[in-house]
T-cell receptor, first 112, second 116 residues
Framework: QQQVKQSPQSLIVQKGGISIINCAYE??????FPWYQQFPGKGPALLIA?????SEKKEGRFTISFNKSAKQFSLHIMDSQPGDSATYFC???????????FGTGTRLKVLA | EAGVAQSPRYKIIEKRQSVAFWCNPI?????LYWYQQILGQGPKLLIQ????????DSQLPKDRFSAERLKGVDSTLKIQPAKLEDSAVYLC??????????????FGPGTRLTVL
């Protein structure tokens, strides 16, 4: 019940295409859902995040879509660029704590 | 603003040896986290400090792992004795602790441990 399931494990997209990464959770106590981006040899860095009281959040080319009833959320990267090639992790936190539960990660490669 | 600092960046040891990792969080951040990231997996929380007190160490293998946060600032994570399955990247993160679950966690570059 504490897991966050992430798919796909890896993704290859052409430059200019749309990258879509999906996550699902079971625990309804989760109340904050961040996405982290990690480049090789670096620590994860916050990319974008959403609360369950909104269905969509957009920041530049990055959009989170959130479906509370289905307990699913996804990251959309529009106009994907080679510089977006990285590993992406979804995460969830429990209400009232700072504890993050991370998904297993998606390795994205954007072809030039 | 300086980021989270970790050292060393890489460490290779033989099984049954001991190893220690150091973390210096962002100045003013009250909460410090140690995560273990095994290749191909997401980070897994090992221990969480609020100032110099432990908030959550439920996933820390306490028979071999220990951690301390001196004076509520720097922290050290130790493994003694190391096992092959401890090979991973050890990430340190910190956050301001505003009391909201939206508190952003800032990660350091990690220490890559290889146990032979």
């Amino acid at each position: 019940q504490q897991q966050v399931k992430q798919s796909p494990q890896s993704l290859i997209v052409q430059k200019g295409g749309i990258s879509i990464i999906n996550c699902a959770y079971e625990n309804t106590a989760f109340d904050y859902f961040p996405w982290y981006q990690q480049f090789p040899g670096k620590g994860p860095a916050l990319l974008i995040a959403i609360r369950p009281d909104v269905s969509e959040k957009k920041e530049g080319r990055f959009t989170i879509s959130f479906n509370k009833s289905a307990k699913q959320f996804s990251l959309h990267i529009m106009d994907s660029q080679p510089g977006d090639s990285a590993t992406y992790f979804c995460a969830a936190t429990y209400r009232g704590t700072y504890k993050y539960i991370f998904g297993t990660g998606t390795r994205l490669k954007v072809l030039a | 603003e300086a980021g989270v600092a970790q050292s060393p960046r890489y460490k290779i040891i033989e099984k049954r040896q001991s190893v220690a990792f150091w973390c210096n969080p962002i100045s003013g951040h009250a909460t410090l986290y140690w995560y273990q990231q095994i290749l191909g997996q997401g980070p897994k929380l090992l221990i969480q400090f609020q100032n110099n007190g432990v908030v959550d160490d439920s996933q820390l293998p306490k028979d071999r792992f220990s951690a301390e946060r001196l004076k509520g600032v720097d922290s050290t994570l130790k493994i003694q004795p190391a096992k092959l399955e401890d090979s991973a990247v050890y990430l340190c993160a910190s956050s301001r602790s505003t009391g909201l679950s939206t508190d952003t966690q800032y990660f350091g570059p990690g220490t890559r441990l290889t146990v032979l």
